[in-house]
């Protein structure tokens, strides 16, 4: 099946899908930050760039977008009609790549911890998520959970 778009329509549209400050990553952050708990972004000189990185606290949080990391949602299994053994491969090595870079962190001693990007469509669940994972006191969490039902 030939692609419905040229070939400069799909660079232009391939351009345009960014690697960071994704809107899965910003929903994160803005939880996060609601929680009061400080955090980098991005840091460098950690295997696989983690999205989220809480240096006091040893934990790390990916937030990965279903399709180009091969989640097991329906998002995660859509197999492109074009170019599809590409695809197939490009995205079996960002798998592959995200699993080392996870033991390599958990080797670090870092707890990490992966949102996907279907799962920040869910509110109640992504918050009680990351309150577990950031094991937020009760009074903070009471606080927060009343200005997330505004």
């Known amino acids: 099946m030939t692609d419905v778009l040229s070939t400069e329509q799909r660079r232009f ?6 690697d960071k400050n994704t809107k899965p990553e910003i929903i994160v952050r803005q939880l996060v930050r609601q929680m009061g708990i400080g955090y980098r972004l991005h840091v460098k ?19 990965h977008g279903c399709f180009w990391h091969m989640h097991a949602c329906k998002y995660g299994r859509v197999v492109p009609k074009t170019n599809a053994e590409f695809w197939q491969i490009k995205r079996l090595s960002n798998k592959l790549r995200d699993s ?9 001693g870092w707890k990490v911890l992966v949102i996907w990007e279907c799962q920040t469509r869910e509110s ?12 937020v006191s009760s009074k903070a969490s009471d606080e927060i959970g009343s200005n997330s039902e505004s």
């Open 13 to 18: 549209c391939m351009s345009r899908i960014r």
């Open 45 to 63: 000189d950690l295997p696989g760039k983690p999205d989220l990185v809480f240096r006091k606290h040893k934990k790390i949080i990916f937030v």
């Open 124 to 135: 109640e669940f992504l918050l009680k998520k990351l309150k577990t994972f950031l094991a």
């Open 100 to 108: 080392k870079n996870r033991k390599e962190l958990k080797k670090l």
